[in-house]
């Protein structure tokens, strides 16, 4: 059965360094998304993308934060200068559509990153 | 505005007695629900969904849920708990005015006693 991959399953970074979080969504899927859950709390919606381009995006979502699909199979998350506060465990998700047919946007996700910040 | 309550963080059952894990949903529009599965070191499994066809949704691995709208619930059964039930389950509403973001709950961790 298909499923999203991401790399890696734990990333420790210093305050103020860039990372890039990486995902392989299913194929034939259309719409890809970041999710992040901090620890002890509930999991929140950061950014949606389709289409090359962001598609909604949350609060959270500041200039800190970017996405990209660099090629066909890759879509990234990256945070350009890290803070204590944004360790969490990062998910990925896709769904087949967005919008219309609700019969195929339900998201399938990843398996997470955890990022720490120190 | 569209949110998600858990009524439980955690519940613990015996093996072979019945689940019950409770979700409440606020939503201005109608709702598509959805019940996923986390186990340790593992991805967001989809369990089942309400997209407004049949208010009784029976998903994978024996659950079901029924929708709810006069009490605005979604609550998660199955007859008989399986040790292999253990894990973190998330209610989470989408709602079609929001677009396709997801609105999680906090969860419920399930406990299953041999």
């Known amino acids: 059965e298909p499923e999203v991959t991401q790399t890696p399953s734990h990333q420790v970074t210093q305050m103020g360094q860039e990372v890039i979080l990486r995902c392989v969504p299913i194929s034939n899927h259309l719409y890809f998304y970041w999710y992040r859950q901090i620890l002890g709390q509930k999991v929140e919606f950061l950014v949606s993308f389709y289409n090359n381009e962001i598609s909604e995006k949350s609060e959270i979502f500041d200039d800190q934060f970017s996405v990209e699909r660099p090629d066909g199979s890759n879509f990234t998350l990256k945070i350009r200068s890290t803070k204590l506060e944004d360790s969490a465990m990062y998910f990925c998700?896709?769904?087949?559509w967005g919008r219309g047919n609700q019969l195929l946007y339900e998201q399938y996700f990843g398996p997470g990153t955890r990022l720490t910040v120190t | 505005a569209q949110s998600v309550t858990q009524l439980d963080s955690h519940v613990s059952v015996s093996e072979g007695t019945p689940v019950l894990l409770r979700c409440n949903y606020s939503s201005s529009y109608s709702p598509s629900l959805f019940w996923y599965v986390q186990h340790p070191n593992k991805g967001l499994q989809l369990l089942l969904k309400?997209?407004?066809?049949?208010?009784l949704v029976k998903g994978i691995n024996g659950f079901e849920a029924e929708f709810k709208k006069s009490e605005t619930s979604f609550h998660l059964t199955k007859p008989s708990a399986h040790m292999s039930d253990a894990a973190e389950y998330f209610c989470v509403v989408r709602t079609d005015n929001t677009g396709n973001q997801f609105y999680f709950g906090t969860g419920t961790s399930l406990t299953v006693i041999p």
């Open positions: 998700a896709s769904s087949e």
């Open positions: 309400y997209t407004s066809a049949a208010t």
